[in-house]
């Protein structure tokens, strides 16, 4: 406890030193303020194109607000990750009594929890979410949540420097928010699970069903086990890649 105490407040000092760290935080809920345009884009479709966007509300919404705010916060904990490893961070926690994987997982767990929180109230930032729905997705969130270690893992151990991570950061940012939608668009149950395979799959297709009225929870259920085993495998790998 003593250790995590130390960790924490030295995250507490480095976000406000760090503006750009302080900058990404708020980026769920800048998400947020967008979908408070989406009436009024919807009704212009409606009337200039004669095109209606309301049954694609979930899938943005889900895009935004789902989705977002894991790989802002995964961007992070890789950032932060690799930066501790220039730092030689990690090499001085290998002389502590701390188990090599614990700084990881810290870090990991912080970020699931402020993703979580981040979700349920970007979504009710929007507008857009009535309350029951906002309730539903409370478990979404949590899958979510789990998302965002299992990006910002992947984008560490691919990256070998910040300036790495940074390009890795864009090719994982462009997969995030173009494949696991690809499903709400040209395919119909169950073929929608071939795309289970990508990680934020699971909280996207969660999130369509809860917002639509339908039976979300296998799909929380899933993600919430394929998210923490990957992310599980994902620690390790990080662990010893950024000994």
Not at 37 to 50: E, K, M, S
Not at 69 to 76: H, K, Q, R, T
Not at 165 to 193: C, H, K, S
Not at 196 to 209: D, E, H, I, K, T
Request: charged fraction near 10%.
């Amino acid at each position: 406890m003593g250790a995590i105490a130390a960790f924490a407040r030295n995250d507490l000092r480095t976000v406000r030193r760090d503006t750009l760290l302080g900058v990404v935080l708020v980026g769920p809920f800048l998400y947020a303020a967008t979908m408070w345009f989406l009436p009024a884009v919807t009704d212009h479709a409606r009337t200039q194109w004669a095109f209606d966007l309301a049954p694609y509300h979930s899938v943005i919404l889900s895009a935004f607000c789902v989705l977002g705010p894991p790989l802002l916060m995964g961007a992070v904990l890789a950032l932060q990750l690799l930066d501790d490893s220039d730092q030689h961070t990690l090499t001085a926690l290998r002389v502590t009594p701390l188990p090599p994987g614990a700084y990881p997982t810290y870090r990991a767990t912080v970020t699931a929890v402020l993703t979580a929180v981040s979700v349920v109230a970007s979504l009710a930032l929007t507008g857009q979410v009535d309350a029951p729905t906002v309730a539903l997705s409370v478990p979404v969130a949590l899958v979510a949540g789990l998302l965002a270690p299992v990006l910002g893992f992947v984008m560490a151990s691919l990256g070998r420097t910040k300036i790495e991570g940074l390009a890795v950061m864009r090719v994982v940012g462009l997969a995030v928010f173009t494949l696991p939608l690809i499903p709400f668009f040209v395919l119909e149950q169950p073929w929608q699970l071939a795309f289970g395979v990508l990680p934020p799959y699971w909280p996207a297709r969660a999130f369509w069903s809860a917002h639509d009225g339908g039976t979300y929870w296998p799909y929380v259920a899933g993600g919430l086990l394929y998210n923490g085993a990957l992310a599980l495998v994902l620690l390790r790998v990080v662990t010893r890649r950024l000994r």
